[in-house]
């Protein structure tokens, strides 16, 4: 039987879908477009696909999600509930929240904008700054006669072979050719042109009037499983105009690669990934981009793209399977002959594009820039990189060598498998302290005065569960040890913590941590700090030798590293020996696309990086068993310090 | 007022067009795109969009194209007929012939292909033939494991820079890389590449599996004001395999390229022609040709195209405003770095594009490819080409000079301006013999068995106009000068020659030549021949010192040159020294298609061709008059030769 749901979106929208009978909510949405957060792949655990029955019926299993009086009042699981007859559904916006919420943020002038400052006068520093491979070089024609025929474009480039600064065969695209007619006679034959110069050839990408004052922009990528940040950057003078980020497009198809990877092998699934993160997410989040910005996508001469193994392999349309069966081998590690057309999404059609290298199937181009923008290859003391997104990465080492590894801590940081986890965008508790004696907390949301929260991003997440193990909440194994009117339990005897009640919150219902949120992390935490271990382990340094320490991901305001290591999650070593960086792969694409230099350094390192792979090494799952406590179960690890 | 227009298309198809009141049914149609023939610009001249109207009232002007009593049975010109009331307009086949008509030749054996053949021979005597820039090659990978986990990219091109024949850097294009996993796994990590080598670099195209007997093809492309013709070639044997050609879906906009450019300098009408030569012509020809060989798009990998150098300037969406005002310069003569994705039609995306550069704004890339192709490039002797298209344009000189000119010679030659003219398709009379006593014809019919005569190309053209004057049926001036059944003058005393009655042909009306035609038709062939006298004249060569004249152009199956020359249009040579080539345009991007050093030499041509700019020549005008009679004022030119 086939019956129709009428799905009603937060805002007014009606949609109808076709469903059959025992299809979910959620397969029911997906015919007509309609994507509800399911970064669990719509197996019940991340509760972030409610929506709420109107009208009609539906089959639903039990959810620890949906308490009972929510059952009551209509609340679903859209993943976990069945088409048995025509329904009407409403989908909150909250439900969708997770995936699709873009935000642009001008730079010029702005507190965002100095992590990119300081970057830029480090890179200055090191000569690896400023050579984008593009300049504008006037040139001035005699005028055309009818004893001087010769064309506009042979035209141009005698009067550019007659100019410093343009080498070798000079070539003009075919965007270039399409307007030089007219700007030529516009501009009384006195002309600039942007013009890209490759090895052998100088090719003219662009021409405007000489005097006119063109935008040269270019575009640093960074594409995570959850989330997409964007840089348009001014490539005259390197300094960002206007940044963006908007969570991945993919994330219906579940919060982590490997879900990512078995959609993409269904029949036309690479083309739904592809469509997932370009139609839905980069294309439209560079629009408004541009738009910010007042330029047109063919303003965008340069793209860098920092991204890991799978999310390069499906933003190209590369078949991905092979990356999650052993040997695990990814179809490419470098890609570089590339155009900007190549990529749909707005930008110049001969636009150079750079993608920083992976080096295995789990460490990435993220990861080889991050590498470089953390600046660990070129120092001499031993530092370490600890990227946190929807997985964990590692590097260790110095300009003398360096070694990567990947540990799956899930996409717990992210918020990604936690029941009120959320990325970190206007709703999200990024930081929190809790009184020792009441157990009442003080939470810090990101937003503006009197947003309300609506979840825990990574950043909080940490801090929250930091402070209830501080305060004896919780116990070494994550429960819930002490009784108040914010620790509460369910039918099933699962202890909860209230971080928020539901008269002050977004969604209008309890914000709450629960032991199996806890376990979750647990075992996050858990697989960071056993990776380090192994891995100095294996190379025979002990946790001191660690000079410096990086702490990246896009997962809020910054860490409360005391916190971090009073769990168990960070070595403990010196306050002072670690350094939050902010998003180390967009960074790195930053640099990428700001010197030709910078993108070949990233290049070398994808070179000349060890990767390590943590699941076949004897002693790792030891090692992660010993770390899923609260610090650890050899707490002389954790003990104070001298 | 606005009002609806029911256009009731051959075939039983309808459509509904929003009409305001005065204007033309041609312009209603087009707001609906319906593209009704218009070569000459819809101004009441060619005749060609005649249509019927069943009813319903509109505003017609009288048309010597409309006979009375078809007046009263509702024929109709559509670009003389204004709105003026709702009404219900019958388009016959033959108003949408002339542009639309697609026909597609299997070459595999077939007569047509001779040409080729025997071009070919020639091309592998000079050493131009074969060395297409693509090379497949064999490569034999280890397959990976865990101590061995190079990605597949990296460990195709490290096996690649072991064998011989890959030079250079190796890069995997994004359309290899897409499909290399599954193409490695399947075949047991032994793969053919196709490589396609340039300077510095060597890119692999494409994989597949050790064995499979990969379709390695190419385009040749001859875009034509009125027709393209393409060639679908196999880039492996160089033989072509399947050919076909369609009238220019841009002849809506006139039939010769000054009105293309007027319109294209509209709001949105560089746009509007680039759909109309690319979206209607050539996309469903190749993706046709393709069908017809059994490939995928992807499968063409080299894609050679010779153009005029309006249609050039179209094709690519260039501005072609400055062409057609003085001082007459195109935006470029040649362009160098275009890949499959920049053009539009079914290709690999990086496919190498080679475009026959022009050397004016009314000498293109055709030009320079035929003066290839006819080999008058590498010749000792002096040679003329005559390229008979839409325009008419010619080719002096040998293997030390090549000076090339334009004339004016109007669409007449394909049929444009001709009130019976049409493409040399299924049809079109081709030759003639007229009875000097009874005045009755003979015809030759392109078509079928039983193929009713529907109108005239060039070849007939010139053929019946030859028997005409021999039978003194019309004299030096063009104009009747006997009486009989089959020549007939219409009520404002212009006289026709009826070829065929209405029960003999396809559309069901008379067939015939009239004085307007007639004079047309002269000062076409008085353009070319004045063309050819002055160019001479101007280099001081007298007209014998010309030894051989290549005639090209898609006129029909041939050109009766002894009726060329009795009616002035061609030189008074010997027969033995006029050689019909065919298209030499499409030759010529056949020969750029399968050798990279032909392509070079195609440029080394546009490089080293003197461009006469006739209109500027102080004797051209005088030479025209004087050869706008038949076969010209100076009788002694056309003398019997001794």
Redo the contacts between chains.
């Keep these: 039987m086939e019956y129709t749901i009428n799905f009603k979106l937060d805002g007014g929208k009606d949609l109808m879908a076709p469903a059959l009978a025992g299809e979910t909510l959620l397969e029911a949405a997906k015919k007509v477009n309609l994507a509800i957060d399911a970064p669990c792949s719509g197996n019940g655990t991340c509760g972030k696909c409610r929506v709420k029955l109107l009208a009609g019926e539906a089959a639903s299993e039990e959810s620890r999600h949906i308490a009972p009086e929510e059952y009551a009042e209509g609340h679903r699981l859209a993943c976990s509930t069945r088409v048995t007859a025509p329904a009407t559904v409403y989908v909150p916006a909250t439900a969708l929240a997770y995936q699709s919420r873009m935000k642009v943020t001008d730079l010029e002038g702005a507190r965002e904008r100095a992590v990119f400052t300081s970057l830029q006068e480090e890179l200055r520093v090191m000569g690896l700054f400023g050579d984008t491979g593009l300049s504008l070089v006037e040139a001035r024609l005699a005028e ?3 004893d ?8 141009l480039v005698r009067a550019l072979g007659e100019t410093a600064g343009v080498a070798g065969a000079i ?4 965007y270039a ?6 700007v030529l ?1 516009e501009s009384g034959f006195a002309v600039q042109c942007l013009v890209r110069n490759d ?3 100088s ?1 003219i990408l662009d021409v405007f009037p000489l005097g006119a004052a063109p935008k040269l922009t270019g575009l640093a990528i960074d594409i995570g499983t959850t989330s997409v940040s964007i840089l348009l950057v001014n490539l005259e003078t390197g300094d960002p105009i206007v940044g963006g980020n908007a969570g991945n497009g993919q994330i219906r198809y579940g919060a982590d690669v490997i879900s990512r990877i078995i959609e993409s092998v269904r029949p036309g699934g690479l083309e739904r990934l592809r469509r997932g993160i370009i139609d839905e997410c980069i294309r439209p989040l560079v629009t408004e981009l541009c738009r910010n910005a007042g330029i047109a996508g063919e303003q965008i001469y340069r793209v860098a793209v920092a991204a890991n193994t799978t999310m390069t392999h499906l933003f ?7 990356i999650r069966l ?13 155009r900007g ?2 990529l749909g999404i707005p930008a110049h ?2 636009a150079a594009v750079v993608v920083a290298p ?1 080096i ?2 789990y460490v990435g181009g993220d990861i080889t820039a991050g590498a470089f923008s953390s600046m660990i290859f070129k120092k001499d003391s031993l530092s370490l990189l600890v990227d946190l997104g929807t997985n964990g990465e590692l590097v260790f080492g110095n300009a003398e060598f360096l070694m990567a590894c990947a540990c799956s801590a899930g996409p717990a940081f992210e918020g990604g498998d936690i029941s009120c986890g959320m990325r970190a965008t206007d709703g999200a508790v990024e930081a929190c302290a809790i009184d020792t004696d009441t157990m009442e907390p003080r939470l810090s949301v990101i937003g503006g005065a009197g947003q309300k929260p609506a979840g825990l991003c990574g950043s909080g997440l940490i801090d929250i569960i930091g402070e209830l193990f501080r305060c004896g909440i919780i116990n070494a194994k994550g429960k819930y040890s002490r009784e108040g009117k914010r620790v509460q339990r369910d039918e099933w005897g699962i202890g909860r913590y209230v971080i928020a009640f539901a008269d002050e919150t977004e969604q209008g219902r309890d914000l709450a941590l629960t032991e199996t949120d806890l376990d979750s992390f647990i075992r996050a935490k858990g697989a960071i700090f056993s990776a380090i271990k192994t891995m100095l382990t294996m190379l025979d340094f002990p946790m001191e030798a660690i000079e410096n320490v990086y702490v990246s991901g896009g997962i809020g305001s910054g860490i409360n590293i005391t916190q971090a290591i009073a769990i168990g999650m960070f070595p403990n070593l010196g306050l002072e020996q670690y350094h939050y960086i902010g998003n180390s792969s967009l960074s790195g694409a930053y640099a990428m696309l700001t010197s030709q230099k910078a993108a070949e350094a990233v290049a070398g390192i994808g070179k000349s990086m060890t ?1 390590l ?1 943590l699941s ?1 090494h004897p002693s790792y799952m030891d090692e992660f068993v010993a770390a899923c406590f609260l610090p650890h179960t050899d707490a002389s690890l954790f003990a104070p310090r001298a």
Tied chains: 1, 2.
């Design positions: 055309p006669a009818l001087d025929a010769m064309a506009d474009s042979e035209r070539q003009t695209s075919r050719l399409g307007k030089l007619p007219k006679r090895k052998e050839t090719l190209l349309g590369v078949w991905a399977e092979h052993e040997p695990y081998v990814p179809a490419f590690f470098a890609v570089e002959n590339l057309q190549d059609p001969d992976g295995g199937s990767y792979e076949s």
